[in-house]
C-alpha cells in the first residue's frame, strides 16, 4: 500500500488529499491535514472519490466514427481535418471548448496551440459559465484577473457576506471555516440569496434579494454607509425590494463590523448582470475601505478545481496568455516567447457564440474536451443541434458515452482524476499538485499530451515536451510578460524547477495574502437591469447544483453513496404556486420555457419564494428521461463577461399525468423506453429506476431474462416482480402500483445480487424481522439517517456538536449540519406547543 498527496477532483476550494492506493483500481481517500485549503477536511463528494475510480464506461482507446482506431490514426485524422479547415476556411473555422476540469498544464498548451500557431482566439472553457462575470469585475477594478483575499480573512472576518452562495452545499470545507469563525470569535454571517437555501437557515440574517436585485441592494448599501459617514462613493440609491426591517439589520450590521468578507458565487455570476454585481460588491468594499487588511475584501468562490489555473494561462476566449490582452506590446511579446508566426489578432468567441457559430456553419472544426456542453451549456437544445451539424466534432474525455460524445466524430481517450498528473490553482490562488494514483488505464493519455502530438503533426514547433513538469517549467517562465506589463501574477520563481521538484512541489500561493496592497484600484459604475416579465411565463426559474452531485454526474452519479442524498431531480416550488398550478407532492410536472421544457419530480417547498422554482443543473440523458435543468435557460448573456444567465428566466408549470408508478432495480444500465418518466441512480449492486408511465407495463421491456417470480394485488393495482438467476441471486426487480403505496426502497436495493433472501421477503421488499428504519439518509458520510437522528434528539440531544458526538453526523463534511439544526428547532418548537 502506498500513499499519495494530490488536490481533490471537484470545486474550486482545491482540498489537499491523502490517498492510500489498496489495489489495482482501489483507493482509501482521506483530507491531507498539512494542506492549507482544508487542514484534512473534506465534504461528501471529497470523501467518496473512491467510489468513482473504478473503468465503468471509459474511453479506453480512440474511435473514428463507431469503430476502434490507433493513436497514429486518430491523431493524423485530427491534425489533417484541422489543417484542412485552416487551408480553405481561416484559423477563425476552428475553435476549442476546454473545461475547468483540466489541469494547467493541459490547458496551457491548448491556448498556446490555438492562439499561437492555429492562430484564433477561439478557444473559450465552460469557466465562461461560472466565473466569467468575477473576471469581467476583477479586471475592471483592479486592472487584472486577482482575487484579492484568502481563505485566511475568513478566519480574521468580523462579519461574511454570502452572495448567491450555497456554501454549505456547494463549498462545504469552507462553511466548516466559517462555522468555526462564529464560534471562535461570534463572526456574524448573513446571507443573501433569493431561496432559504441550508446555508440561509444558519445565517444570523437572511437578505431574501429578488432574482437579479443585487445591484439594487450593493448599491443601496453605499448610500446608507455615505450617509452613515463610513464610506466614499457617488452612487444614486435604487428600489431594492427588500422590506426596511431587513435592510435596516443589514446595513446596520455592515455599518458595525468594518472586518467584513464579502463571499460570492454562481449566483450573482450567472446572470445577465453579473459583472455589475461583482463591481457593485467590490465598489461596496473599496468605498469603505475594506480591503487590503486582514478579514477584509470581495471574496470570488470558484466553482471548478481549475477554473482559476484556466484564466491564469488565458484559457478565455478574450484573454491572450498570462492575464494579458491583445495590445500591439502584449502580443509582440508573446509572440516572441512562442516563437508564433500566425499569434491571433484579438478575442476569440465566448462560449454561447461560439455554439451559435458552430450551428450557423461558421466554426467548422471543434474539439471539446473535459466537458459536456450538450448539458452544461443554456439552450442545450440549440447547442445539440450545433454539435449535430458540426462538420468536424473531436471530443477528448474519460468516458465513452456522454450526451456530447454522442455527436464526435472522433473521441479520444484522456486520463481521469486519479491518473493525471500536473497542477491546479484554487480559489485563493493557491497552486497545489494533482498526482497520479494509478496508472494510465487502456490507451488514454494526458490531454497535454494529445494537444502537442496534434501540434507536431500540424508541423508547428515548440510543443516537444517531455513531461508535465517541462510545460509547467514553460508557463512558469512565461509569467515574466506578465510582470513586465504591470500584472501581479509571477511564478518566475518556479520556471527552473527540476522533475524532481516538481514531483513533490508543496502547496503555494502567488500574489501573497492581500495581492492588490498599494496598486491602483478603482470604483466602477453599475446599472440596475431587471430582466422583462412574460405573462405565458409568469414564474422565475433559478438553477442550480445539489449537495452530493456535481456537474453533469458523469463522476458522481458513479457514486452509490453520493446517490442517496437526491435520488431524482426535482422542481422546488412554493406551496401558494404549486396550489396554483395543481402540482402536488411527489407527483410529476413540466417546466416550460420559450427556450424549452422538461419534466422534474415536485417537491413543495416554503423555502423557495413565492413566483419563483428551482431546478438542478446536473441530469443528462444518460440519467433520466427529464430533469434536463439547462435546456430551460435562454442564450442571453451579461453584455461584459459573455457569461450566460442561468439564474432568472421566465417560466412556468404543469401538472404532468400517469397511470402507473413504480421503481425497478438492475444490476445493469438501460435506457427505458415509452415511459413518462424514468430516472436512474446508483445503488451498490447496480441502479435504482424511478419510473411512471401510461396504459400497460412492458414489465418483459424493463426485466433481464431469468426465473421470474411474480406477486398481484389486483385492488391496489399492484405488481411485484422478481428476476432470480439459476442459483437463487436476486438479478432484478420491478416493483409497480397504480394507487397504492410503493415499498420503501433501502433494503431491497441491497438484495441486488445476493443469495438468501426468501422469495416473501423479496416480493414485499422488506425482512420477515425488519430491522429499524433509519429513514432517508441526513448524513452520507456516516450513513445516518432522519430516523437515527430524530431518536437521539427525544433522548436528549439538544445541540448539532451532540448529535455529531452520539452518531458521528455532520462531523466530516459538516454539509448535513443546517438539516441537523432545522431538526432540533423543529423539535423544540414541538415541545414547546405541546407544552402549550
Same mark, same amino acid.
Given at each position: 500500500m502506498s500513499q499519495v498527496r494530490t488536490t481533490c477532483a471537484y470545486c474550486g476550494v482545491g482540498c489537499g488529499i491523502s490517498a492510500e492506493i489498496v489495489g489495482e483500481r482501489s483507493v482509501n481517500i482521506k483530507g491531507d491535514k498539512d494542506h492549507p485549503a482544508n487542514f484534512g477536511k473534506l465534504c461528501s463528494k471529497g470523501t467518496h472519490l473512491g467510489e468513482t475510480v473504478g473503468l465503468e464506461g471509459r474511453l479506453l482507446y480512440p474511435i473514428v466514427g463507431n469503430r476502434r482506431a490507433g493513436w497514429d490514426e486518430a491523431l493524423d485524422l485530427v491534425a489533417g481535418k484541422m489543417r484542412e479547415c485552416i487551408a480553405e476556411h481561416g484559423p477563425d473555422s476552428v475553435a476549442f471548448y476546454v473545461s475547468g476540469q483540466l489541469l494547467t498544464e493541459d490547458y496551457y498548451v491548448a491556448n498556446k496551440l490555438m492562439k499561437g500557431f492555429v492562430g484564433s482566439g477561439n478557444i473559450d472553457t465552460n469557466s465562461r459559465l461560472c466565473m466569467a462575470s468575477a473576471v469581467a469585475a476583477h479586471n475592471r477594478a483592479f486592472g487584472e484577473d486577482v482575487v484579492p483575499v484568502t481563505y485566511d480573512d475568513l478566519d480574521a472576518a468580523d462579519l461574511i457576506l454570502l452572495v448567491g452562495s450555497n456554501t454549505a452545499w456547494c463549498h462545504p470545507v469552507i462553511w466548516q471555516r466559517i462555522e468555526a469563525a462564529r464560534d471562535r470569535r461570534g463572526t456574524k454571517i448573513v446571507v443573501i440569496d433569493p431561496r432559504r437555501t441550508e446555508t440561509a437557515e444558519q445565517a444570523d440574517l437572511h437578505v431574501p434579494v429578488l432574482p437579479d436585485g443585487d445591484v439594487a441592494l450593493f448599491n443601496a448599501l453605499g448610500v446608507e454607509m455615505a450617509r452613515r459617514g463610513l464610506a466614499e462613493c457617488e452612487l444614486t440609491d435604487a428600489d431594492h425590494g427588500i422590506d426596511a426591517d431587513t435592510f435596516s439589520q443589514l446595513a446596520d450590521l455592515v455599518a458595525s463590523h468594518p472586518k467584513m468578507v464579502t463571499?460570492?458565487?454562481?449566483?450573482?455570476?450567472?446572470?445577465?448582470?453579473?459583472? +455589475?454585481?461583482?463591481?457593485?460588491?467590490?465598489?461596496?468594499?473599496?468605498?469603505? *475601505? @475594506?480591503?487590503?487588511?486582514?478579514?477584509?475584501?470581495?471574496?470570488?468562490?470558484?466553482?471548478?478545481?481549475?477554473?482559476?489555473?484556466? @484564466?491564469?494561462?488565458?484559457?478565455?476566449?478574450?484573454?491572450?496568455?498570462?492575464?494579458? *490582452?491583445?495590445s500591439d506590446a502584449e502580443r509582440a511579446d508573446v509572440a516572441a516567447f512562442w516563437q508564433a508566426q500566425r499569434l491571433c489578432e484579438g478575442p476569440g468567441l465566448k462560449a454561447v457564440d461560439l455554439f451559435r457559430a458552430v450551428h450557423d456553419g461558421r466554426v467548422k472544426f471543434l474539439w471539446v474536451m473535459a466537458t459536456n456542453p450538450a448539458v452544461s451549456m443554456p439552450d442545450a437544445g440549440f447547442v445539440r443541434q450545433a454539435l449535430a451539424r458540426c462538420e468536424t466534432l473531436v471530443v477528448s474525455d474519460v468516458l465513452a458515452h456522454t450526451d456530447t460524445a454522442a455527436f464526435a466524430h472522433i473521441r479520444l481517450p484522456a486520463l481521469a482524476w486519479g491518473e493525471k498528473d500536473g497542477t491546479v490553482t484554487n480559489s485563493e490562488r493557491r497552486i497545489s499538485r494533482q498526482r497520479a494514483l494509478f496508472a494510465a488505464p487502456g490507451e488514454a493519455r494526458a490531454d497535454w499530451a494529445i494537444m502537442a502530438d496534434v501540434a507536431q503533426q500540424m508541423g508547428f514547433a515548440g510543443f516537444g515536451w517531455a513531461s508535465a513538469a517541462a510545460v509547467f517549467r514553460e508557463y512558469a517562465a512565461m509569467t515574466a510578460l506578465s510582470v513586465k506589463h504591470g500584472k501581479v501574477l509571477d511564478l518566475t520563481g518556479k520556471a527552473g524547477v527540476s522533475d524532481a521538484e516538481y514531483a513533490v512541489m508543496e502547496p503555494f500561493l502567488w500574489g501573497g495574502h492581500h495581492p492588490m496592497a498599494g496598486r491602483k484600484m478603482q470604483q466602477v459604475p453599475v446599472d440596475v437591469r431587471r430582466r422583462p416579465g412574460d405573462p405565458d411565463f409568469p414564474l422565475r426559474l433559478n438553477t442550480g447544483r445539489y449537495r452530493d452531485q456535481w456537474h453533469t454526474m458523469t463522476r458522481t452519479g458513479l457514486s452509490p453513496t453520493l446517490s442517496q442524498h437526491r435520488r431524482e431531480p426535482l422542481l422546488e416550488v412554493h406551496p401558494g404556486d404549486a396550489a396554483d398550478s395543481g402540482l402536488k407532492e411527489g407527483a410529476l410536472a413540466r417546466v416550460v420555457t420559450a427556450s424549452g421544457a422538461s419534466l422534474f419530480r415536485v417537491h413543495v417547498s416554503e423555502a423557495q419564494s413565492r413566483g419563483q422554482v428551482f431546478v438542478p443543473m446536473h441530469w443528462s440523458d444518460a440519467m433520466a428521461s427529464g430533469g434536463r435543468g439547462n435546456l430551460l435557460p435562454d442564450q442571453s448573456v451579461d453584455p461584459v463577461s459573455g457569461q450566460p444567465g442561468f439564474k432568472n428566466n421566465a417560466c412556468r408549470i404543469e401538472p404532468v399525468e400517469s397511470d402507473w408508478r413504480g421503481f425497478l432495480l438492475r444490476s445493469d444500465a438501460i435506457v427505458p423506453q415509452g415511459l413518462v418518466w424514468w430516472s436512474r441512480s446508483a445503488v451498490a449492486p447496480g441502479w435504482l429506476y424511478e419510473m411512471a408511465g401510461q396504459g400497460a407495463v412492458d414489465a418483459d421491456a424493463l426485466l433481464p431474462t431469468g426465473e421470474q417470480v411474480e406477486a398481484v394485488d389486483t385492488a391496489r393495482g399492484m405488481r411485484r416482480l422478481a428476476v432470480l +438467476?439459476?442459483?437463487?441471486?436476486?438479478?432484478?426487480?420491478?416493483?409497480?402500483? @397504480?394507487?397504492?403505496?410503493?415499498?420503501? @426502497?433501502?433494503?431491497?436495493? *441491497?438484495?441486488? *445480487?445476493?443469495?438468501?433472501?426468501?422469495?416473501?421477503?423479496?416480493l414485499a421488499a422488506r425482512p420477515s424481522m425488519p430491522a429499524p428504519d433509519r429513514g432517508p439518509v441526513v448524513c452520507v458520510c456516516h450513513g445516518i439517517g432522519e430516523n437515527q437522528i430524530a431518536a437521539l434528539v427525544a433522548q436528549g440531544a439538544d445541540s448539532v456538536a451532540e448529535i455529531g458526538q452520539a452518531c458521528g453526523a455532520g462531523t466530516n463534511c459538516g454539509s448535513c449540519r443546517p438539516v441537523l439544526a432545522r431538526m432540533l428547532r423543529n423539535w423544540t418548537d414541538t415541545c414547546r406547543e405541546a407544552a402549550e
Open positions: 463571499v460570492f458565487s454562481m449566483g450573482a455570476n450567472q446572470s445577465v448582470a453579473g459583472t +455589475d454585481k461583482g463591481n457593485a460588491i467590490i465598489n461596496l468594499h473599496l468605498a469603505t *475601505g @475594506r480591503i487590503n487588511a486582514p478579514g477584509m475584501g470581495p471574496f470570488s468562490m470558484t466553482g471548478q478545481p481549475n477554473a482559476m489555473g484556466g @484564466r491564469e494561462v488565458g484559457g478565455l476566449a478574450n484573454m491572450l496568455a498570462c492575464h494579458l *490582452g491583445f +438467476d439459476a442459483e437463487g441471486m436476486l438479478k432484478a426487480a420491478l416493483f409497480v402500483t @397504480r394507487k397504492g403505496q410503493l415499498p420503501p @426502497r433501502e433494503w431491497i436495493s *441491497g438484495q441486488l *445480487g445476493a443469495r438468501g433472501a426468501a422469495l416473501p421477503e423479496l
